[in-house]
């Protein structure tokens, strides 16, 4: 997150600055969509962050969940299918004094983007990244997607799905990811908590959040989520032990898990990285340094 966020967010004659709030676009999303509750907690999440609107960036590949960045009022990049977590990472790297929320959904980060999805959880950049999964390619009118379940019967799959489904928590642990939760939009305020929580995290944080598709998922409905969800704080799940995480993040169908699997300390990428750990580019003079050293090697 921004290395500024835990800072008063004033300017020098004590005026507050402005927070996230609603943007004057109106989401076109369908009435009871679960990504009206995603919008709300990510809101809610960034108010109590006290963050200012300036300091955040919405990053979005394509999907009804994608349009996302436009219904709040901070910056928002609403890119192409798959490429959310690459322009957040190239976000992050030119001025990781920014908090950077890449969002999207299952087709747009687990189907066509899922190498990215990999990559950016093993390099552990500090960002955060929350899906809207509905199981389903909801723009497109309801094709399966990565995690449609097993049988399911789509637009794309009339005879019921025959692959294995993406488990997104499961990836994330494999690849490395530092702070890998599920919400349910349906639980807003349980989300606001793990998205809140995902953005002071430092490092890769992935919030994967059911978010049913009222219109083409006639399965995985709020209804069906609402008989089966539990809190793995409820639990006594102890989030900084990855070995008890596997067995939760494997438990799929009478009862589904929701709340923080896993949580570990490691460097960011940024913290890594020589330049980035000297601070933002931003903030750093422009041109090349040590260009003598260069020269002697070359001439
Ligand atoms: C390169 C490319 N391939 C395919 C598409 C068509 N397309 C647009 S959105 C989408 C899937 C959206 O599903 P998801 O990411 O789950 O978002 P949802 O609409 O369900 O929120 C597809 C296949 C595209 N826009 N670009
Ligand atoms: S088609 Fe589905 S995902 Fe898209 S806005 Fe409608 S309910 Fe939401
Ligand atoms: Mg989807």
């Known amino acids: 997150m921004a290395e500024s966020s835990s800072a008063p967010s004033m300017v020098a004659s004590g005026t507050p ?28 999440a960034l ?51 920014l908090t950077v929320i890449a969002t999207g959904g299952d087709g747009d980060g687990f189907g066509i983007g899922v190498g990215h999805f990999i990559h950016t959880m093993r390099r552990n950049v500090d960002l955060t990244y929350v899906t809207m999964n509905n199981q389903i390619y909801g723009l497109t009118t309801g094709q399966a997607s990565p995690t449609s379940m097993m049988g399911q019967k789509t637009k794309s799959t009339p005879d019921g799905v025959i692959e294995n489904p993406i488990d997104p928590v499961a990836l994330a642990l494999a690849s490395g990811a530092t702070y890998v939760a599920r919400g349910f939009s349906g639980e807003v305020k349980h989300l606001a908590d793990l998205i809140a929580n995902g953005i002071t995290h430092k490092g890769f944080a992935l919030v994967d959040t059911m978010s049913p598709c009222v219109t083409y998922n006639k399965l995985n409905t709020f209804d069906w989520f609402r008989q089966r969800v539990y809190k793995l704080e409820n639990a006594g799940h102890d989030p900084t032990d990855i070995v008890k995480a596997w067995p939760l993040a494997l438990e799929w169908g009478e009862r589904i898990p929701i709340g923080l699997f896993y949580r570990a300390d490691r460097p960011t990428y940024e913290q890594l990285e020589e330049v980035l750990a000297q601070g933002p580019l931003t903030k750093q003079s422009a041109g090349l340094k040590g260009q003598g050293r260069l020269l002697d090697e070359f001439l």
């Not at 609603?22 to 809610?44: H, L, N, Q």
């Not at 200012?52 to 009022?73: A, K, M, Q, T, Y």
């Open 47 to 97: 108010k109590r962050l006290k963050i200012p609107s300036h300091e955040v960036v919405f990053v979005s590949g394509i999907g009804c969940s994608s349009n996302l960045p436009h219904f709040l009022s901070s910056y928002g990049y609403h890119g192409i299918h798959g490429r959310s977590l690459p322009v957040a990472e190239g976000i992050r790297w030119a001025n990781h004094g």
């Open 17 to 44: 600055l402005p927070l996230i709030g609603k943007s004057e676009i109106k989401p076109t999303w369908c009435p009871g969509c679960g990504d009206y509750g995603v919008v709300a907690a990510v809101e809610m």
